[in-house]
């Protein structure tokens, strides 16, 4: 299917194409530095000086940056509010996410992991063209044991889950391993690219504890036996220390949130080598919509109050540790768009700007097992880049400071 995505002058494709005159930060560790990045059929051939080129994308004053990485997102979310949840059509959430996927693209992010929600059809219609938005890798839903953060049972009986099940979103309520091996076989069916599960409660589900570990040994070992049979990595909301660790000793890849972080915790991490994804900016976003009015059952708001500062010490404590983090933010939970302010709570916490723009690039790559092809600027690297006004030391309305975002060498977002 051929599909033209060509609005203005977005999609155009050039053939040499230098960005000129910035200061370049390739996510390779080195130190921000004026260059030049030479772009050739949409891969990076050179980052250097006397490059030369057809056309010249005119970087003064700005930063160059490799396409920058959202580990955890929900696209098909735009806020958590259950009453309009339920009063909105089924295949409404979808036509939002292709909003969601623009805005996400617009402030340079050109690759995401989908922390569930977002299925095949979402997927294949990024990757024909069809729809404009960052690189995307699919979790499709989340597993979750009964009364887990992904079981929508409510104390009156109804059920009520943020995400319905359809064709092509399985349902993901499992208990015990013969269920576990099913599910992770199905999602696998589905399209899945990573396998999502909670090894806790969480702050949104109203009958959980965050506190509390969920799934024993003999189900995430299967769990994550079959994900590696099918090539695909693990990610675990987990929150208490006894969900982070089961997920830690089994095998999984990444923790996100990893709220209770004790320093048995760091240590297994440390050990396996195992990925926090902070997602800093999603209790804060909780208690931005309660704060708004937007209706939350009452066990939520205490939940997000309750976890902000806990959450804090566990974050700090593990960039402390020297722990592996990659960025992420929830964005969905709130909204979309806002997502690089989740850069300056990382160095709020003691990371260093140049730090936090690594966890959103190599780092994020690296988690997300695609570094052969992306996270840096370096030759061979798919050109994805963003041209950001100012200093990368500058974290300050990253979004708004963002002035053009290629894929694949092609102009996709600003640059008027
Ligand atoms: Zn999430």
């Not at 979402?122 to 009364?147: F, H, K, N």
Request: aromatic fraction near 4%.
């Amino acid at each position: 299917m051929e599909v033209d995505r060509d609005e203005a002058s977005y999609g155009r494709s050039v053939t040499r194409t230098l960005f000129a005159g910035g200061v370049v930060f390739d996510g390779t560790g080195s130190a921000p530095a004026p260059a030049d990045v030479l772009v050739e059929d949409g891969l990076i051939l050179d980052v250097g000086t006397d490059l030369d080129a057809d056309e010249v994308v005119d970087c003064a004053d700005s930063t160059v940056l490799p396409g920058l990485i959202d580990s955890h997102v929900h696209v098909l979310f735009s806020g958590v509010n259950v009453l309009r949840m339920m009063q909105t059509p089924f295949s409404y959430p979808f036509y939002e996410a292709v909003h969601n996927l623009r805005t996400t693209l617009d402030i340079g992010i050109t690759t995401v992991r989908d922390a569930s929600g977002a299925d095949l059809g979402v997927a294949q219609a990024l990757r024909d063209g069809l729809i404009a938005g960052p690189r995307i890798q699919i979790s499709i839903s989340m597993i979750s044991q009964t009364g887990g953060h992904g079981d929508g049972w409510q104390p009156c009986g109804a059920v009520m889950p943020l995400l319905a099940d359809h064709p092509g979103r399985p349902p993901t309520i499992v208990d015990g391993a013969d269920e576990m091996r099913r599910v992770v076989r199905e999602l696998v069916r589905a399209g899945a690219d990573v396998i999502k599960v909670a090894t806790s409660g969480g702050v949104l589900s109203p009958r959980d504890d965050p506190r509390h570990g969920h799934f024993r040994d003999a189900e995430i070992a299967v769990l994550v036996e079959e994900a590696t049979s099918a090539g695909l990595f693990v990610m675990a909301h987990a929150q208490a220390a006894d969900g982070i660790k089961v997920a830690i000793r089994n095998g999984v890849r990444s923790i996100e949130h990893g709220i209770y972080l004790d320093d048995e915790a760091i240590e297994m991490m440390l050990a396996a080598g195992t990925w926090l994804v902070p997602t800093l900016s999603a209790p804060r976003a909780v208690l931005i919509m309660a704060d708004a009015g937007v209706p939350m059952p009452a066990a939520v708001i205490s939940k997000a109050r309750m976890v902000l500062e806990a959450h804090d010490d566990s974050v700090s404590r593990a960039i402390d540790a020297g722990v592996k983090i990659a960025m992420g933010t929830d964005s969905g939970v709130g909204p979309h768009g806002n997502n690089l302010d989740e850069l300056e709570l990382m160095t709020n916490l003691g990371m260093s700007p140049l730090e936090a723009w690594h966890a959103s690039t190599a780092s994020a790559a690296e988690l997300l097992g695609i570094d052969d092809e992306l996270g840096t600027l370096e030759p061979g690297k798919r050109a994805d880049v963003v041209v950001l006004g100012g200093s990368v030391s500058d974290l300050v309305d990253l979004g708004e400071r963002v002035r053009a975002v290629y894929q694949d060498g092609i102009l996709v977002a600003g640059g008027a």
